[in-house]
Nanobody
Framework: QVQLVESGGGLVQPGGSLRLSCVAS????????MGWYRQAPGKQRELVAS???????NYADSVKGRFTIFRDNAKNTVSLQMTSLKSEDTAVYYC?????????WGQGTQVTVSS
């Protein structure tokens, strides 16, 4: 059973940057397209970035040009570099498979963008 642990969130001012990391246990990680999701208070969880098994990224329009997703299969990690952060990026961020068939969700990591 794959388990996910997210880290790297925090409080940052608008325009700032953060890097989130997700470590997955188990070798099955390498066979999955992975994604970063976020859920803001009162809103549904949304997929903001995904990366294929071979490393091809895709981004939601709201983060395109500001966020970069990458993975290291040797370390079972998927990361999200976030720049030019806005208040609307405030949410709990989670990693998981990019398609249905989700791994049990981790605790997520809180990102708060505020001055």
């Amino acid at each position: 059973q794959v388990q996910l642990v997210e880290s790297g969130g925090g409080l940052v001012q608008p325009g700032g940057s953060l890097r989130l990391s997700c470590v997955a246990s188990g070798s099955a990680f390498r066979a999955y397209a992975m994604g970063w999701y976020r859920q803001a208070p009162g809103k549904q969880r949304e997929l903001v970035a995904s990366i294929s098994v071979l490393g091809r990224p895709n981004y939601a329009d709201s983060v395109k040009g500001r966020f970069t997703i990458f993975r290291d299969n040797a370390k079972n990690t998927v990361s999200l570099q976030m720049t030019s952060l806005k208040s609307e990026d405030t949410a709990v961020y989670y990693c998981n498979r990019a398609v249905v068939g989700y791994i049990p969700w981790g605790q997520g990591t809180q990102v708060t963008v505020s001055s």
